[in-house]
């Protein structure tokens, strides 16, 4: 064996190390939270990587991993591969095909394993780190191809310089946005600490200044509503709602809170470890949240709280909470007595594991199931509501707390001895 061989095989033997060495951690080694998604099968990963050296040019190392692998399957895709590049009889966009190929892998598996294309990722993990770097506005394309804003966010630059929802950005600096991507804006403003636009609003036009800044998107708001019953809303289960629940159930305790509503409407879930940090408020360290469950092994993971508080908690919930959400919902169903108001749950009881390829684009697919604190499946089940009552259909032509028929259920639920 030359040098030149003897080096390509130990890239191949470091390699196989250390695909060999990936596990599943049960708790974050920092303060960065555990996903509802984890380490996942060597044989995926080794998929993946074979794809990623074929964008890089690196056929010739993976052949020879092929080849000691033994694994037909994986050569009958290289081969497949470079026979579509090599004798189709148009150019073949290389990204298009292994993105294809990877949302075909998806597919084949259960109904919460996903391709998830780069813009998309970008959008989705800025929601779940729940803070990003940019200027406070949420954008897209109308069917003219404008630039419209969908929404813009408190104490952010957009919102300081008047920026509104409805407005069309139509300009960068001096270049017409006509038929621009938003992505293509969002990647063009983002090479800039502070960027200049022109939008259109009622026909009248007006050219800002916006500054690139932290932006901190906000999963939970709260309120008193009456009798010092305390009410917090949290929209999903980002990196950062388990502290801004924590802060938000201090401010209504201070003041003196007699009961509460947690209303989890609409909250399709998120970190599975902010969901733990959230239900560790409430309970001590002698209760169950949830279980675990790999093949025929399973894990129960405990509170991490001091103490169990002594109010009443009612949780508001729908056929979209789902996940995290339902996790939270059924921890403190079962372990603190939590009386739970409104439509039967989603019904998501499986857990993913989120990759990332070095293209921006990402995938997600399912590596176990959990269990509720008593080693309960709700996946495709849900959890039934101990009062089951539907959202009224004035609600939704008038929003108030008055027309809202399952907040006030709620409400009597906890004003109840």
């Known amino acids: 064996m030359n040098k030149k061989e003897e080096k390509l095989q130990e890239r191949i033997n470091k390699l196989e190390d250390s695909l060999g060495k990936f596990e599943y951690k049960e708790k974050p080694e920092s303060k960065k939270k555990t996903p509802t998604f984890f380490t996942g099968e060597v044989v995926v990963l080794i998929i993946i990587t074979i794809i990623v050296s074929l964008l890089m040019g690196s056929i010739v190392t993976y052949k020879l991993i092929l080849e000691k692998q033994n694994d037909?399957?994986?050569?009958?895709?290289?081969?497949?591969?470079?026979?579509?590049i090599n004798n189709y009889y148009k150019q073949v966009d290389k990204k298009e095909l292994i993105d294809a190929a990877v949302n075909g892998m998806m597919e084949t598996l259960d109904k919460n394993s996903v391709f998830i294309d780069s813009n998309t990722s970008d959008t989705f993990n800025k929601q779940l780190e729940g803070s990003y770097e940019g200027y406070g506005m949420e954008i897209y394309n109308n069917d003219k191809g404008e630039i419209v804003v969908a929404?813009?966010?408190k104490n952010t630059s957009a919102a300081k310089e008047g920026i509104k929802a409805g407005d069309i950005i139509t300009k960068l600096f001096d270049k017409d946005?006509?038929?621009t991507k938003t992505s293509k804006f969002v990647k063009d403003a983002n090479k800039h600490d502070k960027i200049e636009i022109t939008y259109k609003r009622d026909n009248k036009v007006n050219t800002v200044t916006l500054e690139k800044q932290e932006v901190i998107l906000s999963s939970v708001s709260s309120r008193m509503i009456e009798d010092k019953i305390g009410y917090i809303r949290v929209t999903m289960f980002a990196e950062n709602t388990d502290e801004q629940f924590a802060e938000r159930l201090n401010n209504l305790e201070e003041k003196g809170l007699n009961g509460l509503i947690v209303d989890l409407r609409s909250n399709t879930g998120g970190y599975l470890y902010t969901a733990e940090q959230m239900v560790s408020l409430f309970l001590d360290s002698s209760h169950n949240i949830y279980q675990i469950k790999i093949k025929d092994k399973i894990t129960k993971h405990k509170s991490t709280g001091k103490e169990d508080k002594d109010y009443k908690i009612v949780i508001l919930v729908d056929h979209v909470s789902a996940?995290?959400?339902?996790?939270?919902?059924s921890?403190?169903?079962?372990?603190?007595?939590?009386i739970?108001?409104?439509e039967k749950t989603y019904g998501k009881g499986t857990v993913q594991e989120l990759q990332s390829l070095p293209n921006g684009d990402q995938y997600k697919f399912t590596t176990k199931e959990w269990l509720t604190s008593k080693g309960k499946s709700i996946d495709g089940k849900g959890i039934k509501p101990d009062i089951e009552i539907r959202l009224n259909d004035s609600y939704y032509t008038d929003p108030s707390d008055k027309t809202d028929n399952q907040l006030q259920e709620a409400l009597k639920e906890v004003k109840k001895n």
């Open 72 to 84: 037909k399957e994986l050569q009958e895709f290289i081969s497949t591969y470079n026979d579509v």
């Open 331 to 338: 921890a403190l169903k079962e372990q603190y007595g939590a």
């Open 151 to 153: 929404a813009v966010y």
């Open 323 to 329: 996940s995290a959400a339902e996790v939270f919902t």
């Open 340 to 342: 739970v108001v409104g």
């Open 177 to 179: 946005l006509k038929d």
